[in-house]
């Protein structure tokens, strides 16, 4: 288990960085992944970058700083990437019930050609999706190898519940000893409702950083 993946479970089973406005610099898990966490009054940059570099890049005072457009625009720039959204980083542990219905006619589709699943086969392994009237739910190992779940509702569908209901389904979808993890970009907020009413816990802020084209 790669450093990040050890202090990822940690924070999803609530053992948190101490909040002293320090930063952790990782290496990356895999040249796919690298990113920016924002926890609590602490930060955690994952990136092959020199961390004597970071370092002085992030004034110890600012703890806004490794989410800042200055700090990323750099570090973009020195590993020859783009900064994607920033992301509410949310976390449903093993052994934890979703607290909505799971949907139900949930079939399982090996269809490619779907836009939400083209997208994930770009930044996840395994990836698998299922589909119910109106929505579709998928999971697949992201960041530092957790599994991570992303869901789309159609539009004619939208209102009733059914974006919760995936997100609660998305639970026996994995293995059951492992957190499964959900990226919501916080202005889509009938998303981060749905998932919050499934269950799922705030843990951080996330920017990945992603290669031009990907």
């Not at 924070?11 to 948190?16: I, K, L, R, S, Y």
């Not at 955690?44 to 004597?52: E, L, M, R, T, Y």
Request: proline share 9%; with cysteine.
């Amino acid at each position: 288990m790669t450093d990040l993946a050890k202090l990822l479970d940690a924070a999803a089973h609530g053992e948190f960085p101490p909040a002293d406005g320090s930063l952790t610099v990782l290496p990356q898990p895999s040249p796919r992944a690298a990113g920016v966490l924002a926890f609590t009054a602490h930060s955690v940059v994952f990136a092959d970058a020199d961390p004597d570099w970071i370092r002085g890049l992030l004034p110890p005072d600012d703890l806004g700083a490794p989410l800042g457009p200055p700090f990323l625009s750099a570090l973009c720039a020195r590993t020859g990437r783009t900064a994607g959204s920033q992301d509410a980083l949310l976390a449903l542990r093993p052994g934890e019930t979703p607290r909505a219905a799971p949907a139900e006619g949930l079939r399982e589709t090996t269809d490619r050609a779907h836009p939400r699943v083209t997208r994930a086969l770009r930044y996840r392994d395994e990836v698998r999706a299922w589909t119910a009237p109106g929505g579709t739910v998928l999971v697949g190992r992201g960041v530092a190898g957790r599994w991570e779940v992303a869901v789309e509702v159609d539009a004619t569908a939208r209102g009733a519940g059914l974006g919760r209901a995936l997100a609660a389904a998305a639970r026996e979808l994995v293995p059951a000893d492992e957190t499964l993890w959900a990226q919501v970009a916080p202005g889509n907020a009938a998303s981060l409702r749905a998932f919050l009413a499934a269950g799922f816990t705030p843990v951080a802020a996330e920017v990945l950083l992603t290669y031009a084209g990907d």
